[in-house]
């Protein structure tokens, strides 16, 4: 599990500056950026917030996403 609190304050990196980069928890393994769809991986309950990381899932969509995610 990712804490509530974590939840609350993450934001995608790529858009924050700009936007607001909300992020959608999806299925405790995945966060799915808001407002570009970068798709951010949660290893072993560490939220990966690389642009990069978040860049290879962005055409994927969610219900595509491998779980759990690999790597
Ligand atoms: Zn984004």
Redesign the pocket.
């Known amino acids: 599990m990712v804490s509530q609190e974590l939840l609350d304050i993450l934001r ?1 990196p ?2 924050v500056r700009e936007k607001d ?1 909300l992020l959608d928890y999806y299925k405790e393994t995945w966060l799915i ?1 808001q ?2 769809s ?1 798709k951010y991986p949660i290893r072993e309950d560490i939220p990966v917030m690389l642009i990069d990381e978040g860049d290879k899932w962005i055409q994927v969509k969610a219900e595509d996403l491998p779980i759990p995610p690999p790597g």
């Open positions: 995608c790529a858009c980069g950026c407002d570009c970068r």
